[in-house]
Nanobody
Framework: QVRLVESGGGLVQSGGSLRLSCAASGRTFSGYAMGWFRQAPGKEHEFVAAISWSGGMIRYADSVKGRFTISRDNTKNAVYLQMNSLEPGDTAVYYC????????????????WGQGTQVTVSS
């Protein structure tokens, strides 16, 4: 079992920045791909970014490319999402997710999820 806890959300003005963190605990973190997803009210889970265990494969949603950066520190069992140039459309609950194996862009194959952290971007 992998337990994921997100932090770093909050209220920010349009154009601002936030850095989300996801701390993993429980069984070994080794070999897990990590993803960030978000869900706005009344909408489905949306893929944001994902990173492989080694960090050698990274994928972003088109809507965040050039503004968000995903990274991980396996020595700390942590994954991060640096969000710059935030827009009101980025407002959502952001979730960290883990799956053993390769990076995938859909939420279904992820086995473990955090509780989410709210990001609100005001115009």
């Amino acid at each position: 079992q992998v337990r994921l806890v997100e932090s770093g959300g909050g209220l920010v003005q349009s154009g601002g920045s936030l850095r989300l963190s996801c701390a993993a605990s429980g069984r070994t973190f080794s070999g897990y791909a990590m993803g960030w997803f978000r869900q706005a009210p009344g909408k489905e889970h949306e893929f944001v970014a994902a990173i492989s265990w080694s960090g050698g494969m990274i994928r972003y949603a088109d809507s965040v490319k050039g503004r968000f950066t995903i990274s991980r520190d396996n020595t700390k069992n942590a994954v991060y999402l640096q969000m710059n140039s935030l827009e009101p459309g980025d407002t959502a609950v952001y979730y960290c997710a883990a799956r053993q194996g390769q990076v995938v862009l859909s939420h279904g194959p992820y086995d473990y999820w955090g509780q989410g952290t709210q990001v609100t971007v005001s115009s």
